[in-house]
């Protein structure tokens, strides 16, 4: 058990903020100068601050954190993915039924007049309640138990409830199904509309989209978040009763802006094809997650390389959710080109629709990683195997 008070003693919180960075394999030989306090959670103290650095800058900064175990921080959103899903949804009130580290109901409790983060574990809560005081949050209320039971003892109608399940710890080698997580919210969703016509459910984005919508109801928009190229989460916003068409939003957060991508789940569009161009383009992670290739080429008004490769051409620079390259050279995979233009020389390597893998043909053709180039080993809509030397715009 954590102990609060003993964490915030001066002298225990200098001596994290001096030591937060320092080796802890290192430090954990030596002695604990705070026998008041098992050396484990000081330790924790430090490695998860540590991660907090980056992760959440606005804990990190402020004085007097307490850090749960660091599978929490891992767990937790990133500020920055939570302060863009706090604008999508906006009402009078709130519950988080999974309230974890508390990231998202900070946020959230900046759209929100009054947010509930609902906490089975007794000491996450505590420390939740006791960081929210810290960062002078004043319409959050911690309530620590099984959020079911506390939505029964409420007994209140919610603008919206938010939900970010977590995968059982026996479903580990299964296909990913949301049934397999706590809560189950398939078999649980008359429950919730019982206290709310609005959901927010936030999942891995392990989860594929056509199998969280077999088991979902009344889906009206899915969010798939990328924060730097990678993709954190997928979003279901859920209303009671909906039964129209489904918006699927691909978005890619970095530091300097955000990129949305737009379209609607399933809708027939029809993609063109061509050999590749002037131009070539590579989506985002978040776009690639979607499975939405043909809007992609329908949108922008671009060719596809192929059915399977997922690159785009064009004779003219667009401005594209995505990598742009500037194409120097397309060559047939083929031997003695192979050998003439790419063996031995140093390229940024990518696979698309091909048979062998980075890996493979850097082993194969002594390819040395890095440098300005890039390779992209490729199918045109032919069917041969193609590699396209590019330069990045």
Known sequence: MILIPALLQ???????????????????????????????????????????????????????????????????????????????IQGDTLIDL??????????????????????????????????????????????????????????????WIYIDPSRRNDAKGKVFMLRDCLPNVPDSLEFYFQYTDHLLIKTAPLLDIKAGLSELRFVRKIYVVALDNEVKELLWEIENGYSGPITLQAVALTKENETVFSTVYDQPMVASYSAPQHYLYEPNSAILK????????????????????HLYTSDTLLDFPGRRFRIEAVIPYQKTEIKNHIEGKQFNVTTRNFPLSVEELRKKWKIKDGGKAYCFFSTNIDNEKIIVICSKI
């Open 10 to 88: 001066p002298d225990v919180q200098d001596f994290i903020n001096r030591n937060y960075a320092t080796d802890l394999k290192k430090l954990a030989l030596g002695r604990n100068p705070f026998p008041e306090i098992s050396w484990p959670d000081l330790l924790n103290q430090l490695q998860a601050k540590n991660k907090a650095k980056d992760k959440l800058p606005t804990w990190f900064g402020t004085e007097a954190i307490i850090y749960p175990q660091k599978i929490s921080i891992e767990q937790t959103s990133s500020e920055q993915t939570a302060a863009y899903k706090a604008t999508l």
């Open 98 to 159: 999974t309230g974890g580290f508390g990231i998202d109901d900070y946020y959230f409790a900046q759209y929100f007049k009054q947010v509930t983060h609902c906490e089975i574990n007794p000491e996450l809560s505590e420390i939740v309640a006791h960081n929210y005081s810290r960062l002078h949050v004043k319409n959050i209320d911690c309530q620590e138990g099984d959020s079911h039971d506390i939505i029964q003892k409420l007994n209140t109608r919610w603008d």
């Open 290 to 309: 979607t499975g939405a290739f043909d809007a992609v080429s329908a949108i922008y008004k671009i060719g596809k390389l192929h059915p399977h490769s």
